[in-house]
């Protein structure tokens, strides 16, 4: 939501229409099909609600998005820790920066390996208390401050900042909408509904547990987005568009030194609770995929350790290549809505299956979008095949033909034969 408030007020309606149609949507129906369907994996839910090339596909496409998402847990919080919280430098050649560095990795290398989440867990919800009221104190200081907001009736080049230069100059169909991955729709998310769903004691849990939590996390990314604006507009020198800078220029300037510091351990230790469980699942989805036994905790290491060795590459070359996490993010944000589809597929072939026919417009209507939005991105994107707009544009219509297409014949066909059964 930093970055995307860069496109100007117009974050302020597409951030929670998004979240209502696509994320908590998308949240709500992986986690209740699991839940019916026994606590089942996601990577079971696509296998059985689609075929053997699409399930293909998704475990490729799943493996890749934990990866970067492990690597991307380890940079950001562990920059934020080092400036922000400890007041390092967090230079790539700082020794400080890499040893804040090597703590997350250590830790997550144990996370993956051992059975610790049962210990480490019971103090998850600190840190998520933590968040929640860092982020309330943040959307009451706003007002309170008097942060400088632009309504999307008012000119949006302001004098520290030209939002309406920035929102002519770049596309905001797509780039908005794979930049801002929190808060409106995370694939991401959906790998971990079968962990959530085990913990569901019945059916009426699961609007609260899916769908109210990612409407709750809407709620966060509107308010990140408001008190980037503001501090933007306040021309703060500590805050650079799109940095982490800009988290730690506004924890402390509305919260104060003590109150930011503690909100900046909560979005620290948060995005790192994450990076535990991508990387744990993508142990358990390789190990199942290429049939790998791991009954002890030294084969369990000994994968581990291959999966731990490709995020240190990625890190190193994302922290010492001047555009080197551009570029991770870039992937990182296109796989994680990418992954998605696959959710909205298999939600879509689920309500044929099982009479909902007529209600298959709600997975379909988010999984048309994004299905344009991942795919005209790619198309032009310097990280995928560099096309001009006049070319991505069409590719995109096409894929989104083809998408909903395919969805209607293949879940039509399904719903047939099962009632042939």
């Not at 208390?129 to 999307?152: D, Q, V």
Request: aromatic share 14%.
């Amino acid at each position: 939501p930093i970055q995307g408030i860069l496109f100007g007020p117009i974050a302020f309606i597409t951030i929670p229409i998004g979240n209502i149609i696509g994320g908590a949507m998308h949240d709500y129906f992986c986690g209740m099909i699991c839940l019916r369907d026994g606590g089942t994996q996601m990577s079971a839910m696509i296998r059985k609600y689609s075929n053997k090339g699409v399930f293909t596909v998704y475990n490729i496409f799943v493996c890749l998005l934990l990866l970067l998402v492990g690597a991307v847990f380890i940079y950001t919080p562990g920059d934020i820790a080092a400036t922000g919280i400890f007041g390092f430098d967090g230079a790539a050649t700082s020794v400080s920066t890499w040893v804040i560095y090597g703590a997350i990795f250590v830790y997550y290398l144990i996370a993956t390996v051992f059975p610790i989440d049962a210990i480490i867990g019971r103090i998850y919800p600190i840190f998520g208390a933590i968040l929640m009221f860092s982020a309330l104190g943040i959307f009451i200081g706003l007002f309170a401050k008097g942060y400088p907001l632009m309504n999307i009736w008012d000119d949006w080049n302001g004098a520290i900042f030209a939002y309406g230069d920035y929102f002519g100059e770049n596309h905001f169909i797509p780039i908005f909408f794979v930049t801002v991955a929190c808060g409106i729709l995370s694939g991401f998310h959906s790998t971990q509904t079968a962990i959530i769903s085990r913990t569901v004691k019945s059916e009426r849990q699961g609007r609260m547990t899916f769908y109210n939590m990612m409407v709750l996390e809407g709620f966060i990314a509107m308010v990140w987005a408001a008190a980037a604006m503001g501090i933007f507009n306040l021309g703060i020198q500590e805050a650079t568009a799109g940095t982490t800078s800009t988290v730690i220029a506004v924890c402390k300037d509305i919260l104060g030194p003590v109150g930011g510091i503690i909100a900046l351990v909560g979005i620290v230790v948060l995005p790192i609770t994450s990076g535990d469980t991508a990387l744990r699942g993508l142990r358990l989805t390789v190990s199942e995929v290429l049939h790998i036994d791991q009954s002890s905790n030294g084969k369990r290491l000994g994968l581990a350790s291959i999966i731990f060795a490709l995020v240190a590459v990625i890190l190193v070359f994302a922290k010492f290549n001047a555009e080197g996490f551009n570029i991770l993010w870039r992937y990182f944000a296109w796989s994680n809505q990418t992954l998605a589809l696959f959710a909205f597929l298999a939600i879509s072939i689920w309500m044929f299956e099982n009479g909902k026919a007529k209600f298959v417009w709600v997975p379909l209507i988010p999984g048309a979008f994004y299905t344009f939005i991942c795919s005209t991105y790619i198309a032009n994107a310097t990280i995928g095949f560099n096309l001009p707009w006049t070319i991505a544009y069409p590719i995109g219509a096409v894929c989104v033909v083809a998408y909903v297409g395919i969805i209607c014949w293949y879940g039509k066909k399904r719903a047939t034969n099962l009632r042939k059964v």
